[in-house]
């Protein structure tokens, strides 16, 4: 049983809150938002997964490159897969790479709304929250 099923009221001004999404670094957050003061109270297990991202985003992983027929392959860490699917998202068998710099690629797992950011906009986004209702 998920509390955020339940009505929940604001605790300062006692109105129904709603359910929204907000969009932090890229993630979409689960959060009921009051009508009134605006005030969010975003879901326990979307924060918990933030903190788990935070913690592998500081981590670097040494691989090897791998020479496989004409091409090069690189293996990636099962801690980083596992997060993956822990966020439910599908691993597609192709993934999007790109250069941010000149010794930096992106790879992008996944079908993403804001795919265009990721071939357009090669630097880190800052903290960008975005709102939208859902049920």
């Known amino acids: 049983m998920d509390i955020f099923n339940e009505t929940i009221s604001c605790k300062d001004c006692h109105a129904v809150m709603k359910h929204v999404l907000v969009n932090k670094q890229g993630s979409e957050l689960r959060a ?5 003061c605006k005030k969010q109270i975003i879901h326990p297990a979307d924060l ?21 027929g004409n091409s090069h392959a690189i293996s990636i860490p099962k801690e980083i897969v596992d997060f993956i699917r822990q966020q439910e998202r599908m691993m597609n068998d192709m993934v999007k790479l790109c250069f941010k710099d000149m010794r930096t690629l992106d790879l992008m797992f996944g079908n993403q709304k804001n795919d265009a950011h990721f071939l357009d906009d090669r630097h880190n986004p800052s903290e960008e929250i975005e709102e939208e209702e859902y049920n």
């Open 48 to 68: 918990n997964s933030v903190e788990n991202f935070k913690n592998l985003k500081d981590k670097t992983y040494n691989v090897k490159l791998r020479v496989i």
């Open 32 to 36: 009921v938002q009051c009508p009134r």
